[in-house]
């Protein structure tokens, strides 16, 4: 079966084929071929393993494959809307269960030290009121306060870039959400701290 292109990003493109996608990391020529090899195998490697530990704890499409000779990870295509497309064309109530639901998953990844590295609205799809995190690819493994709160930072900043009309109530149902992590209390007190270095830098 044809494989079609569905994204280009700088680290890798993203291919269907059938009822699969395929991540394949590119090749980068402005470095020596030996270390290039190393570093895609190893990011390959890092995140599948980040992916196998998060498909036990919240929804994410599930690995079929990882190939690190082609630098690949084969996954399950999820059928769903990306909620950077969809979210605004719920009714409000919808949008804060939506988001509510976010703050839950987030909470079970910090919960076992999982970074997401990348937490927007596009790397988010919902598939019958089910929502998948998508795209682990800047994910890491960390328990520091200030990683999990950076985190925060990003969906937070992704909700007032694409949903500005209610983002900040469908932030605070994140944060509802994110409750239920036990560490949230430190975690949220830390995100105000990002974000005041923020607002202060010249």
Not at 33 to 39: H, Q, R
Not at 108 to 127: A, M, P, R, V, Y
Request: a positive charge; glycine letters at 4%.
């Amino acid at each position: 079966m044809p494989s079609q292109i569905i994204q280009q990003g700088a680290e890798a493109i993203i291919l269907k084929e059938g009822t699969n996608i395929i991540k394949r990391r590119i090749k980068k020529s402005y470095r020596i071929k030996e270390l290039d090899e190393k570093i895609r195998k190893q990011r390959t490697r890092s995140e599948s393993k980040l992916l196998e530990k998060a498909s036990k704890i919240i929804s994410i499409p599930k690995i079929t494959k990882m190939d690190d000779k082609q630098m690949e990870i084969f996954m399950e295509f999820i059928q769903g809307k990306k909620l950077s497309e969809e979210l605004n064309s719920f009714p409000l109530k919808e949008q804060k269960q939506i988001c509510f639901q976010i703050g839950e998953s987030i909470a079970k990844l910090h919960d076992k030290d999982i970074i997401h590295g990348d937490l927007t609205t596009s790397n988010t799809i919902l598939k019958e009121k089910k929502v998948y995190f998508i795209d682990f690819g800047l994910g890491f493994n960390s328990h520091r306060i200030e990683d999990k709160a950076v985190d925060l930072h990003l969906i937070k900043q992704a909700l007032e870039a694409k949903h500005f009309k209610d983002w900040e109530t469908l932030f605070q149902s994140i944060k509802e959400g994110y409750n239920h992590s036990k560490d949230s209390k430190k975690t949220l007190e830390q995100l105000e701290k990002v974000e005041k270095r923020g607002r202060y830098k010249h």
